[in-house]
Structure formats: C-alpha cells, structure tokens
C-alpha cells in the first residue's frame, strides 16, 4: 500500500500544449480516488504518469516515500486495467494471469496456488484454459482485474475500465469493484469521464478540466460544496442550473454584491407546482415546461421562464405539458458564483450554508 | 391463431408478371457484365494449365503437326533423370535458404527499424529501393558487382585479406550467389510488410508487459512473435511460391551454369521447352511445378481461415 504525491506535475507535447498543468495531487494510502473529467482534461495523462508510460515535463512524482520519475514501469509496483483490456491475445487465460509471476521466477507450484486462488475470486475457474478471444466483455474484464491483482501491487490504476461494457453489466461490476477495493484495501486510482460512477465508487473524486484540478474531495462534499460552476454542472444528473445573478437580484433580499454574476441551484431543490398553489418559497417564478422526460421513479422537466431554462427534478407524480406552473426555489439552496465562475461562499454571511440546514429544505413559516 | 396475427397482410400479393424476354435478359445481365474478364481468365490462364497436362502426356517437337500420345512415359522419365532430380534439388535449396534468409534478416530489420525518427525512415527506404528496381537490371549490376576480376565484391574481398571468389563461376557459389541477390532484391519489402504488422500490434500490450516487469527477450518470444505469427506466415508463403519460380536471374546471371549448378525448375522447363523443343517434356516438369504451387497456395489458404482475429 502507498500513497501518491504529484508536485507540480506539469506534461506538455510536442505542440505546446499543455495536457497537464502545474498539478499538486494527494492521494491517500488505501484510498479510492476517481480522476473524472471531460475527455481530453488530462485524466489519462495523469494516469499514464504515475504508470510511467509518459515522463512528466516538469514536476516530481512520488509513490510512497519514493521519487519515481526516473523508475521504469515495472519498478513502481503498480497494476493497471487497461480500457481494452490489454491482454495477451495468445495466451489462455491462465497463462495471461501467470505471465508477470513466470517473469519474476515464482517457482510453478506456488504459481499455481497463486492463479488458483485469484481467478477464483473473480469467478473464472472454469475459463482458465480459455483463451481471451473466446469470453465475453465481462469475463475479459474479470480476467484483467486478476491479472492485476495476482501480483499484489501497492498501486492499482483502472483507466476506465466499465466503458466497454453494456449498462447492467457496468452496474454490477461497479459493486464488484467497491467490494474488491474493500477486501483488498491497495490505494485504488480509477480513471473515468462518467460521473455516476465517480459518485457511486469513489471515496475521494478529483474533477479534472484542461489538465487543472477543479476540485478534490469526497463525493458528497462535491455535490453539496462545489467550488466553482464546472464542479456544479459535472456533478449530478441532469447538472446544476447556473443562470445570470441579475434577474434575480432584485428578489433576494441582500445587500448588493458586486461580485456575484451567477447563481445556480440543483435540479431536485427546485419545486414545480400548480401557479394557483400557495405561495411557499421566497422565490417564484411561472413557468412552462418545454419537455418532460418520466423515467418512473422521478420525471426531469426542461422548464422556461424569465430566468432562462433549467432543469427541474421531481419524484411528484409528472404534471401535463400544457399545465400552468410555478418554480420555486428554495434561498437556502442556492449557491453564488462570480464572473470567474468561482463560488462565492463565506463572504456573503447574509446565506449561510450548512449542510446541516438540508433536512428543513426551503419552507418559509 | 397464426391467421389472426398475420390477417394485417394482404391476401393476394401482387405476383410481379414478368415477360420471357425480360426474364432471359436479366439471366444474361450478370454473364455479359463479367465476360471480358471470364474470357481473358479462360484465355490466358486455364487453357494453358489444361493445353499444358494434355501436351504433359504428349511427345511433341513444337513444329511437327503431330503429337504422339505417350501416356505416363514424360514422367516416369523425369524421375529417373539424374539431371532433373538435381534440379529438384536445386530449386528446393534456392527456394528455402532464400526464404529462411529474407524472412531472418527483413525480421531483424523490422524490429530495429520500427521507431520513430528520419533516420529509421531513411534507412527503411534506402532497404526498400531494390524492391522497385527492375529483376534484369538487377541481374546485370549483381553481374558486374560479382564478377571475379573486376567485380566490386570481390575488390572488398581482396581488400580484406581473402582470396578471390568465383561468385558466379563456381559450381560450390553459384547458387548461393543467386539467394544473396534475390535476398537483397526483397528484403527491403519484406521489412515493410513485417513493420506493417509490428505497428497492428495493440501498444497496451506493451505496457501491460512493462508493468508486468517482462524481459526484453520474453517481450519478443511471448508478445511480438506470436502477434506477428500471420504475417510471418504470410510472408513465408509467399516468399515460397515467388523463389520456387526464380527465372531471371539465373536466365541472365549465369544461363543454369555452372555444370547445372543453378538450374531450377522453371529455368528446366523454359530449356526443355524453348531451346530444345521437347515440349512434352517441359510440360510434365511444368505440371510437377503446378502441383508444388498448388499444395503451397492450399496449405495457405487453409491456414488463413483458421488464422485468429485477435480481440
């Protein structure tokens, strides 16, 4: 088990540009950290750095107490599942599990013990003489995973590895994979573009955008806290709604801030009702719904009204399309932005926002 | 029940009338579309195979307006010939020292030459030039180049310390003179197509096999040479095919000579043929050859439709 540091870490290519920049990165012994960005943030790079495919340009890279820049891949004790698999086509799958054992010398008993053991923990006795060509995404992927973890690595880097799989299939080796970090308890580092599975595997999330950090921390933290509107819009489904300050301005009852340009809330804190209900939020709107999409269990609205479009989330039974509605929005969830995008927090005591506020929602008594 | 649910379907389709003459101009459509193509094919490829096994069983001069029916005699008597089981031996020697070496060397090639950088491309083409030079004039300058007296070959030799070697011009040489030509005729395209298929192999693979802290000489053996397996197999098959049909250069290098030494198969059949006008002799030789070509191209044929399509 290790830690990783990047100091300043910097990768730029042969076109000048900057894939990666200046990046100061913790990641925790035994953690499970999810890089997750949109493509071409960085995320890769970053990853293919602490594997050693690529030489940062500038920067220090450390893995435990050890500097690793100038340590071939084989050296940092790392194991990584590739997107498509990488496994050796022309062996079994046996002998793709064996092969890194059969390269440090591991005499052929305990070899044996040792594949027999992991492919048991991924459920792939019965396909060990196979080889890769004849199993399916998933066993292709169990067979990765063991391959990975036979060596016991300090390190284990996933580079997107559910992205080849149908959805029910990635659904359930997203469980698999918590349950495997949990047993094993090596520092995880997972690469991926999809948020939900940022969200739902992570315990520490590092948003990426343009090879800078956006924003670490842990998947709530995130989702409550977010540090500016690229953090806001990534996280969650469908993303934060972040419209111009001024129209609302005038119905807050604040002091004037110059510095806030924008201001956003989150698809499920926004309420629809009926324009003839009472009046419960500060903030009303009337509105009218320009799609409607039911997925069962909630519906997600596509809403029009003076303050542009957003967003709206509900678990109510759907209203019609032609219905005559009002937005509420709760004060106490709204977050602030200025006109860098940057959250403005602590500064505007006017709206302190705790989470511990959540449970009473935005009732007004 | 089976009536209810296909009940949305009409009951009586439209049977499309067609005429006689529309239905024979259709049938002839595809015939005419492909006859220029069937008629060259027919031409100049499967009536010389089948005029060659009916004149293999015949004893003809190539003038005389008769051909003597001679049943197995064309071939009973090559096989006692000492002179043909030499060129057998002759044709199989060429044929796999020639292979052996360009696959061997253009392998080797490959690998070194397959990075990035102008050097690597420069001397990638610098390999590949032969390839687009005509056979003749790469038999004339190897001629020049191996010539005992004045040859360039022999002046490196000379320089070095050694003696003189009669390249062409010795029963012990010839033939291996002739696989360094043809070597070096191919293995600049050779290299090409093995650097073709060293760039297929997914890169991940390798830095799987770094991760997994593997042997440079284990990368090679377990990774590289097992992903190149088709094209390996490719191109020896090939290569088979091409040198057991080495004409040109033994035509012009050294006319069969020495004392036979470098006379082949198709050089045989071309002399029996086209200087000595034992035609039904030259015919059952040229059959032996079909049937060594045909076994090749099967062999390969079946192997290629097993070959594995890797992920």
Same mark, same amino acid.
Do not use: W
């Given at each position: 088990m290790a830690s990783i540091t990047l100091k300043g870490v910097s990768k730029v290519y042969d076109n000048e *540009?900057? #894939?990666?920049?200046?990046m100061d990165l913790h990641i925790q012994d035994g953690s499970f950290t999810v890089l997750v960005g &949109?493509?071409?943030?960085?995320k890769s790079t970053t990853l293919r750095m602490i594997a050693g495919f690529e030489k940062p340009t500038e920067g220090e890279i450390w893995i435990g107490n050890q500097l #690793?820049? /100038?340590? #071939?891949p084989g050296k940092r004790d790392i194991s990584m599942v590739f997107q498509n698999y990488a496994?050796? &086509?022309?062996?079994t799958v046996r002998g793709n599990i064996e092969f890194s054992l059969e390269n440090i010398k591991i005499p052929k008993r305990k070899r044996k013990e040792m594949v027999e053991e992991i492919v048991e923990v991924v459920g792939l006795t019965e396909y060990l003489?196979?080889?890769?060509?004849?199993?399916?995404g998933g066993q292709r992927q169990r067979v990765a995973l063991a391959r990975a973890m036979v060596?016991? &690595?300090e390190v284990f880097i996933l580079d997107e590895?559910?992205?080849?799989?149908?959805a029910k299939l990635r659904g359930q080796m997203r469980t698999e994979l918590i349950q495997l970090h949990k047993r094993l308890g090596t520092t995880f580092i997972y690469v991926t573009h999809d948020q939900v599975e940022a969200m739902s595997m992570a315990d520490e999330i590092v948003i990426l955008n343009k090879g800078k950090i956006m924003q670490q921390a842990a998947p709530m933290v995130l989702y409550?806290?977010? *540090?500016?509107t690229f953090v806001a819009e990534f996280i969650g489904t469908p993303a934060m709604n972040v419209l111009p300050f001024e129209e609302i301005r005038a119905d807050l009852?604040?002091?004037?801030? &110059?510095?806030?340009?924008h201001f956003g809330f989150r698809p499920e804190h926004g309420r629809l009702v009926h324009?003839? /209900?009472?009046?419960?939020?500060t903030l009303r709107y009337p509105s009218k719904i320009i799609t409607r999409e039911t997925l069962g269990s909630e519906t997600i609205y596509l809403i029009e009204n003076k303050l542009g479009r957003q967003h709206i989330k509900s678990t109510e039974p759907p209203f019609s399309e032609d219905a005559d509605l009002a937005l509420c929005i709760p004060v106490e969830k709204i977050y602030y932005f200025d006109r860098l995008g940057i959250r403005v927090e602590?500064?505007?005591?006017a709206f302190p926002y705790t989470l511990q506020n959540h449970e009473k929602g935005g009732v007004k008594i | 029940m089976s009536q209810d649910l296909l009940?949305?379907?009409?009951d009586n389709q439209p049977v499309a009338v067609t005429t006689r003459r529309s239905v024979s101009r259709d049938f002839l459509r595809p015939y005419i579309m492909i006859a220029p193509a069937l008629i060259v094919f027919l031409l100049f490829f499967l009536f010389p195979i089948g005029y060659m096994i009916y004149l293999s069983f015949h004893e003809w001069n190539?003038?005389?307006p008769e051909k003597t029916y001679v049943g197995l005699k064309n071939f009973k008597r090559l096989v006692a010939d000492p002179l043909f089981l030499e060129v057998i031996r002759n044709s199989l020697v060429y044929t796999f020292l020639s292979v052996f070496l360009t696959i061997t060397i253009s392998l080797a090639l490959s690998l070194w030459l397959n990075k990035k950088g102008w050097i690597y491309s420069f001397i990638q083409g610098a390999v590949f030039s032969?390839?687009?030079?005509?056979l003749v004039s790469v038999s004339m300058l190897w001629m020049w180049m191996m010539d005992?007296?004045?040859g360039l070959l022999n002046w490196f030799v000379e320089k070095l310390g050694f003696e003189k070697v009669p390249w062409l011009t010795d029963p012990k040489f010839a033939l291996i003179s002739l696989v360094i030509v043809s070597v070096w005729k191919s293995v600049g395209y050779y290299t090409l197509i093995f650097i073709a298929g060293l760039q297929s192999i997914p890169k991940n693979l390798y830095e799987a096999a770094s991760l997994d802290k593997t042997p440079k000489w284990r990368v090679l053996t377990k990774i590289t040479l097992p992903m190149l397996s088709p094209t390996l197999f490719f191109l020896t098959i090939i290569g088979l095919i091409n040198s057991i049909q080495v004409f040109e250069t033994i035509n012009i290098m050294t006319g069969g000579g020495p004392v036979n030494s470098t006379k082949t198969l198709v050089y045989y059949i071309y002399e029996n043929g086209f200087?000595?006008?034992?035609l039904g002799n030259a015919s059952a030789a040229g059959v032996i050859l079909l049937i060594i070509l045909t076994i090749l191209t099967l062999i390969y044929f079946k192997v290629l439709s097993k070959k594995v399509h890797y992920q």
């Open positions: *540009k900057k #894939v990666v920049e200046k &949109p493509s071409g943030c960085g #690793v820049n /100038d340590l #071939v496994l050796y &086509p022309t062996m003489e196979k080889r890769p060509q004849h199993l399916s060596k016991k &690595p590895p559910l992205s080849n799989l149908d409550n806290n977010p *540090k500016n009852n604040i002091e004037n801030n &110059p510095e806030i340009t324009s003839e /209900d009472p009046q419960i939020f602590k500064e505007n005591e | 009940s949305h379907l009409p190539f003038i005389s032969p390839h687009i030079i005509s005992a007296d004045y200087v000595f006008f034992k």
